[in-house]
């Protein structure tokens, strides 16, 4: 069992930055954020492959999230700039072994706490 450690949510002005950590306890093929709002279904927000550092982007984010990783310490990270009022959200990390990283992020087998993300106009 993998256990995920979310850490950087907050606060911030639209237009501003947030910087998302996520820590796993052990290796796995792919790591991703989705979020979900209140009365919201869950999104999928990006994904990496762990080995090759292949990243995806859900459309609503594109261009302006950009999701990094460092294998040696299985952690993951979710720059986002440009944020928006609709960013807000809880976010939640999660991580798969390959037969899941093709499919939908909150359906990977490992899922974090999650840690809250408020946008401000």
């Known amino acids: 069992q993998v256990q995920l450690a979310e850490s950087g949510g907050g606060s911030a002005q639209a237009g501003g930055s947030l910087r998302l950590s996520c820590a796993a306890s052990?290796?796995?093929?792919?790591m991703g954020w989705f979020r979900q709002a209140p009365g919201k279904e869950r999104e999928g927000v990006a994904r990496?492959?762990?080995?090759?550092?292949?990243?995806y982007y859900g459309a609503s984010v594109q261009g302006r999230f950009s999701i990094t990783r460092n294998d040696a310490k299985n952690t993951m990270f979710l720059e986002m700039n440009t944020l928006k009022v609709e960013d807000t959200a809880m976010y939640y990390c999660?991580?798969?072994?390959?037969?899941?990283?093709?499919?939908?992020?909150?359906?990977?087998?490992?899922r974090g706490q999650g840690t809250q993300v408020t946008v401000s106009s």
């Open positions: 999660a991580a798969a072994h390959f037969g899941k990283c093709g499919g939908e992020i909150p359906d990977f087998t490992f």
């Open positions: 052990g290796s796995t093929d792919c």
């Open positions: 990496i492959y762990m080995g090759t550092g292949v990243a």
